[in-house]
């Protein structure tokens, strides 16, 4: 998580949400990404989404077995089927995210019955300073 913070820093040090995201395998790590959308003008960067893609690119294979996603903040729809598409079985993320969070906020699509694949759920792993850093971001936009 503390590289995954790292990586929220920089996203925030490029006007982006503060948002990292780092996928390991053991010790191995295989993929990072802090968010893009505005610098890529594409909605769908999304730190997560980005990990997944260069991961799976990687391997050259799209199921993402035996990892563990560490997210600073609790991802979105968009994101938390992406991790149930590629079978990554372990995610860990730091806040919460009331408007839009989908592993436990809004919904739990991580862990939702009727799906093929669930993952292990870990939330509020330094969750203040990933909160920290995007209350300070968005209270700058304001």
């Given amino acids: 998580m503390g590289r995954a913070l790292e990586l929220a820093k920089i996203a925030a040090s490029t006007e982006e949400v503060p ?3 780092v996928l390991v395998r053991g010790t191995e790590v295989l993929a990072e990404a802090h968010n893009r959308t505005v610098a890529d003008a594409d909605a769908t960067s999304h730190a997560e989404l980005l990990t997944i893609r260069s991961a799976s690119m990687v391997q050259g294979d799209w199921r993402l077995l035996d990892t563990t996603l560490y997210v600073t ?3 979105c ?3 938390a ?3 149930v598409l ?3 079985p372990r995610v860990v993320y730091a806040a919460a995210d009331p408007k839009a969070g989908m ?3 809004l919904e739990n699509l991580l862990q939702e019955p009727r799906l093929n694949h669930r993952c292990e759920l870990t939330s ?5 300073e990933s909160a920290e850093l995007l ?3 968005f209270e700058r936009l304001r």
């Fill in 73 to 75: 903040l609790e991802p």
């Fill in 86 to 88: 590629s079978r990554i």
């Fill in 19 to 21: 948002v990292g995201a």
């Fill in 124 to 128: 509020g792993v330094r969750a203040e």
């Fill in 77 to 79: 729809a968009m994101c």
């Fill in 135 to 137: 209350r300070v971001f």
């Fill in 103 to 105: 592993a436990g906020s």
């Fill in 81 to 83: 089927g992406a991790i």
